[in-house]
């Protein structure tokens, strides 16, 4: 059973940036698609970024284009996502996500793609 930790939360400044970290435990992320998702207080649980098993392609909510990067190192078996230039409305719970379908050709931006999850890193955000 595969577990993920995610790490790299905090408090920053508007226009700072923080790098948060999904570890994972127990089995290889190789072959899976990842993803990361957020949860602002008193909002439903939403889409960040995804990247395929191989790196090979990404996505990302409109909201966090050219301020977000989703990464991952196969050999670490770790998945990243550098945030910069962040914003108050940045503030939320992240959680980090794995695909349990192995080599899945489709990158889901969808919570029902995903069916692993971290247990989150908060990450807030002062104006």
């Known amino acids: 059973q595969v577990q993920l930790v995610e790490s790299g939360g905090g408090l920053v400044q508007a226009g700072g940036s923080l790098r948060l970290s999904c570890a994972a435990n127990?089995?290889?992320?190789?072959?899976?698609?990842m993803a990361w998702f957020r949860q602002p207080p008193g909002k439903e649980r939403e889409f960040v970024a995804a990247?395929?098993?191989?790196?090979?392609?990404?996505a990302y909510a409109d909201s966090v284009k050219g301020r977000f990067t989703i990464s991952r190192d196969n050999a670490k078996n770790t998945v990243y996502l550098q945030m910069n230039s962040l914003k108050p409305e940045d503030t939320a719970v992240y959680y980090c996500?794995?695909?349990?379908?192995?080599?899945?050709?489709?990158?889901?931006?969808?919570?029902?793609?995903?069916?692993?999850w971290g247990q989150g890193t908060q990450v807030t955000v002062s104006s």
């Open positions: 990247i395929a098993w191989n790196g090979g392609s990404t």
């Open positions: 127990g089995r290889t992320l190789s072959y899976n698609n």
């Open positions: 996500a794995r695909d349990p379908v192995p080599f899945n050709v489709a990158v889901s931006t969808t919570p029902v793609g995903y069916q692993t």
